[in-house]
C-alpha cells in the first residue's frame, strides 16, 4: 500500500480501509478452506472407493481359485461383477485384463479383444492404458487380424508413455504389414529399426533378416 497515500488519509478512513482489506482476505481464506475441505473429502472418497474395489477383485481371485470346478462362464462372471461394480477403479481394469486373458487362454480371440478394449477405456493412469492397448494390439495379430492390428499398434506408439515398447511395436508393426501384404510399409518399418535401435542387437539383427528375406521374395 502507498505510504503518502496513507499518510494523507484521515484515521476513519484508513480504518475502514484496513477492515475491508479484512474481510476481503477473509473471504478468500474462507473460500480456499472449503475447496481444500472438498478436495480431501474426494480423496478420502476415491480411496474408499479403490479400497473395495480391491477387496471384491481380491474376492473374487479367491473364489476362483478355492472353486476347482468353476468353468470360464464362471470365472468371466465373477470378475465382469467386479468391473461392473467398481467402475472407475484400477481393480476394474485388471478385472477386465484379466477377463481378456481368460478368453485368449480359451482361443475365443474375439472375446478376449473386446475385453482389452474395455480395459483401454477403463485405464486409470499412463502406463496402464498402455498395456491394455498393447495387449489388444498383440490379441489382434495372434486371431491374424492384421489389418486390425496395425492401427492398434500405431495407438500403442501414440501414448507418451509407450516409449520403451518402441521396437517391439515397431516389429510387430512391420510383421502384421508384412503379413497384409503391405511389403513397402513393412520394408520402411524394418528400416526404421534397423536406423533408430541399432544399439538394440536383438531388434536390428531381426530387423535385418526380414528385411533381407522380404527383398530376396520381391525379386522372385
Same mark, same amino acid.
Not at 31 to 35: A, H, M, N, P
Not at 177 to 181: I, M, P
Given at each position: 500500500?502507498?505510504s503518502?497515500?496513507?499518510?494523507?488519509m484521515?484515521?476513519?478512513?484508513?480504518?475502514?480501509l484496513?477492515?475491508?482489506?479484512?474481510?476481503?482476505?477473509?473471504?478468500?481464506?474462507g473460500?480456499?478452506?472449503?475447496?481444500l475441505?472438498?478436495?480431501?473429502?474426494?480423496?478420502?472418497l476415491k480411496?474408499r472407493? #479403490? *479400497?473395495?474395489?480391491?477387496? &471384491?477383485l481380491?474376492e !473374487?481371485?479367491?473364489e476362483? =481359485?478355492?472353486? $476347482?470346478?468353476?468353468?470360464l462362464?464362471?470365472?468371466?462372471?465373477?470378475l465382469?461383477?467386479?468391473?461392473?461394480?467398481?467402475s472407475?477403479t484400477r481393480?476394474?481394469?485388471?478385472?477386465?485384463?484379466?477377463?481378456?486373458d481368460?478368453?485368449?487362454?480359451?482361443?475365443?480371440?474375439?472375446a478376449?479383444?473386446?475385453?482389452?478394449?474395455?480395459?483401454?477405456?477403463?485405464a486409470?493412469?499412463?502406463?496402464?492404458?498402455?498395456?491394455?492397448?498393447?495387449?489388444?494390439?498383440?490379441?489382434q495379430e495372434?486371431a491374424?487380424k492384421c489389418? #486390425? *492390428?496395425?492401427?492398434?499398434? &500405431?495407438?500403442?506408439l !501414440?501414448?507418451?508413455?509407450? =516409449?520403451f515398447l $518402441?521396437p517391439?511395436?515397431?516389429?510387430a508393426?512391420?510383421?502384421c504389414?508384412?503379413?497384409?501384404?503391405n511389403?513397402?510399409?513393412?520394408?520402411?518399418l524394418y528400416?526404421?529399426?534397423?536406423d533408430?535401435?541399432?544399439?538394440?542387437?536383438?531388434?536390428?539383427n531381426?530387423?535385418?533378416?526380414y528385411?533381407?528375406?522380404?527383398?530376396k521374395r520381391q525379386?522372385n
Open positions: 500500500m502507498n503518502r497515500y496513507i499518510e494523507s484521515n484515521w476513519a478512513d484508513l480504518h475502514e484496513i477492515i475491508s482489506n479484512i474481510r476481503s482476505i477473509s473471504v478468500a481464506v473460500g480456499l478452506v472449503i475447496v475441505a472438498l478436495a480431501a473429502g474426494a480423496v478420502e480411496n472407493k #479403490e *479400497a473395495s474395489a480391491v477387496t &471384491a481380491y !473374487a481371485r479367491q476362483i =481359485e478355492a472353486n $476347482k470346478n468353476i468353468d462362464a464362471g470365472k468371466v462372471a465373477a465382469t461383477k467386479v468391473a461392473d461394480s467398481h472407475g481393480a476394474a481394469y485388471e478385472a477386465l485384463l484379466e477377463i481378456g481368460l478368453h485368449m487362454d480359451n482361443k475365443d480371440y474375439d478376449g479383444i473386446s475385453a482389452y478394449g474395455q480395459a483401454v477405456d477403463a486409470t493412469e499412463p502406463f496402464a492404458r498402455v498395456l491394455a492397448r498393447y495387449n489388444k494390439a498383440t490379441a495372434i491374424q489389418v #486390425e *492390428a496395425i492401427p492398434s499398434y &500405431a495407438a500403442v !501414440a501414448e507418451p508413455s509407450a =516409449e $518402441k517391439e511395436v515397431l516389429m508393426q512391420a510383421r504389414n508384412e503379413q497384409a501384404g511389403n513397402t510399409a513393412a520394408i520402411d528400416q526404421k529399426l534397423q533408430e535401435f541399432s544399439d538394440k542387437a536383438y531388434y536390428a531381426s530387423a535385418s533378416v528385411l533381407q528375406k522380404l527383398k525379386k
